[in-house]
């Protein structure tokens, strides 16, 4: 189901709880809700579309990913640049890494590790600040 965006900065800057997997429909709401935001959007937090939970959505060269509970374990390589954001109306300075490792659970809630580079890892660093109340 295709969620309305949420704006609110309070809320936003709210730590996201575990999710479990109880929490699966959030992941596909997720998924359907970047979907229709594909044109502006290249990644969500589920407190985006209002849920606090660890769910994170982003596109991956072109595939959806779908991350729960997702945590940075490794990161090299940092560097500032600018960031907007679906939840917000302007873009702002960060700083990110160009190489992280996370680890998360699949859709299977399955354990797993995997590294990203470039702005695939800079979007899924984007998301995890969501996650941990973080607005850029």
């Not at 209002?50 to 509970?69: P, Q, S, W």
């Not at 590790?113 to 973080?134: P, R, V």
Request: charged share 25%; hydrophobic share 40%.
């Amino acid at each position: 189901m295709i969620r309305p965006i949420m704006r609110n900065q309070l809320f936003l800057a709210m730590p996201s709880e575990a999710a479990t997997i109880e929490d699966m429909s959030v992941g596909q709401d997720l998924l359907d809700t970047l979907e229709a935001h594909a044109h502006e959007c290249v990644g969500m937090a589920a407190n985006m579309i209002g849920v606090r939970k660890r769910i994170i959505v982003f596109d991956d060269n072109g595939t959806a990913e779908l991350m729960f509970n997702p945590e940075i374990v490794h990161a090299s390589s940092e560097y500032s640049t600018k960031k907007g954001c679906l939840s917000l109306v302007w873009q702002r300075p960060c700083r990110r890494y160009r190489k992280i490792r996370v680890s998360y659970q699949d859709e299977s809630f399955k354990t797993c590790q995997k590294s990203f580079s470039g702005f695939t890892a800079q979007i899924i660093q984007h998301e995890i600040d969501h996650c941990n109340g973080i607005i850029i």
